[in-house]
């Protein structure tokens, strides 16, 4: 019998997660918790629901996961739980069985690394970090807790991921440079300039993502047609 886990977040990597773990025997995951009020007593996956977050009072001899997939709402939902009095050693890692995790590099506690992810050399991985499938990742990369890296993800060498911050899938950043806090890279952008923090980057090459407001004209139509502007 494995090391009981709970995954908190019944959702797609939740789901990513399971089929990350079968045929593994160190962990054996006995349930999930969400508040959504819609899934209690339901199973995602064979595996129950157990309860909301504040349920995990009730499991104190369990390990968690925490499968959100933003790193934001992992940071908030750690919050919660420190608040309720777990602490970090309550939380597990899952490394898929396909990464090789050598010695040079270090996955940080209550990270998810999907199939597929490459690390070469000198490489760190912080806390709590959602790396999905096929990411690769280069020598002295450092991505910082909470990050998320999705799908198809390549960072050259040296590139620094800040905390929080969301690489969309297949994108690319070039070597020697940094993506902020908090800051969002869009799906399939190439990086070749520093992403400051809590900006969105699209394109290639990656800009700043502008908010364009609506033409003059069509704001009129709306008012004269009723329809919020």
């Not at 270090?106 to 970090?129: E, F, K, M, N, P």
């Not at 990411?135 to 807790?145: C, I, M, S």
């Not at 800040?162 to 950043?173: E, F, I, K």
């Amino acid at each position: 019998m494995g090391v009981p886990l709970i995954l908190i977040a019944a959702s797609g990597l939740a789901r990513e997660v399971l089929a990350c773990l079968e045929g593994q025997y160190y962990y054996e995951v006995v349930g999930i918790l969400d508040d959504s009020p819609a899934l209690q007593g339901t199973s995602v996956g064979r595996v129950p629901v157990l309860g909301p977050l504040s349920s995990v009072v009730d499991h104190p001899q369990a390990q968690l996961l925490v499968c959100a997939g933003k790193g934001g709402v992992r940071a908030a939902i750690l919050d919660r739980l420190v608040a309720l009095g777990v602490d970090e050693e309550r939380f597990g890692t899952v490394i898929d069985p396909s990464v090789r995790v050598r010695s040079s590099c270090s996955v940080g506690v209550g990270s998810i690394v999907l199939a597929g992810t490459v690390l070469t050399a000198d490489v760190s991985v912080g806390r709590h970090v959602v790396i999905m499938p096929n990411v690769t990742l280069t020598h002295d990369d450092r991505v910082d807790d909470f990050a998320t890296l999705c799908a198809g993800v390549v960072l050259g060498g040296t590139v620094h991921v800040g905390r929080a911050a969301y690489v969309g899938m297949n994108s690319c950043v070039r070597e020697n440079l940094s993506v902020g806090a908090d800051s969002t890279l869009g799906m399939g952008a190439a990086l070749t300039r520093d992403l400051p923090a809590g900006e969105t980057w699209i394109g290639t090459p990656a800009r700043r993502l502008q908010q364009v407001a609506p033409p003059a004209s069509l704001s009129r139509n709306f008012e004269t047609e009723g329809l919020p502007a």
